[in-house]
T-cell receptor
Framework: GNSVTQMEGPVTLSEEAFLTINCTYT??????LFWYVQYPGEGLQLLLK?????DKGSNKGFEATYRKETTSFHLEKGSVQVSDSAVYFC????FGTGNQFYFGTGTSLTVIP | EAGVAQSPRYKIIEKRQSVAFWCNPI?????LYWYQQILGQGPKLLIQ????????DSQLPKDRFSAERLKGVDSTLKIQPAKLEDSAVYLC??????????????FGPGTRLTVT
């Protein structure tokens, strides 16, 4: 079946620290991969995406590379800010199945000054 | 461009009561989704509409949940009767529609339902 596994949180970092949130997936074929972010009290927002192997998605200093050999899509940021505190969701859409998302359970990030 | 609108933002009801949520997608978006997000979990798709037709409702508990999208624009999701385990945030999302490059879904702020 199709599924996404994220590292468990919560994650607490100091400002300017390096961030990695691990995400691995199970899917048939070549899924599209996404990271969504949910700020407190708000809906989910697309952070970045990658639609084929070796693609790198990037936005707002965050980046993630689609690694088919390790079935991973880890989220990274070189220097986090307090404003990055949010819940991050890894998600996939299996190829050829329309637009149904499979979400991970989310990883809560808190950045302290 | 206006985002996905949802109302109400919060709702508290007693078990066995009924409740309805409303969603207005982004103008021009053909596809509309309802998700259930239980605390500590990722969103789970309940139902997907393409215009006013249902594409996928395989995870909708049809004995108590119903949804409609009349005229292919606004949508309502209803729960009748509610159970304690229905306490969750109900998210509405929309996307342009079909095609591998039309995947980006835009989410509304959600409705937080508490069943007591």
């Amino acid at each position: 079946g199709n599924s996404v596994t994220q590292m468990e949180g919560p994650v607490t970092l100091s400002e300017e620290a390096f961030l990695t949130i691990n995400c691995t997936y199970t899917a048939t074929g070549y899924p599209s991969l996404f990271w969504y972010v949910q700020y407190p009290g708000e809906g989910l927002q697309l952070l970045l995406k990658a639609t084929k192997a070796d693609d790198k998605g990037s936005n707002k200093g965050f980046e993630a590379t689609y690694r088919k050999e390790t079935t991973s899509f880890h989220l990274e940021k070189g220097s986090v800010q307090v404003s990055d505190s949010a819940v991050y969701f890894c998600a996939l859409i299996p190829f050829g199945t329309g637009n149904q998302f499979y979400f991970g359970t989310g990883t809560s990030l808190t950045v302290i000054p | 461009e206006a985002g996905v609108a949802q109302s109400p933002r919060y709702k508290i009801i007693e078990k066995r009561q009924s409740v309805a949520f409303w969603c207005n997608p982004i103008s021009g978006h053909a596809t509309l989704y309802w998700y259930q997000q239980i605390l500590g979990q990722g969103p789970k798709l309940l139902i997907q509409f393409q215009n006013n037709g249902v594409v996928d409702d395989s995870q909708l508990p049809k004995d108590r949940f119903s949804a409609e999208r009349l005229k292919g624009v606004d949508s309502t999701l209803k729960i009748q009767p509610a159970k304690l385990e229905d306490s969750a945030v109900y998210l509405c999302a929309s996307s342009l529609g079909s095609g591998r490059n039309s995947y980006e879904q835009y989410f509304g702020p959600g409705t937080r339902l508490t069943v007591t």
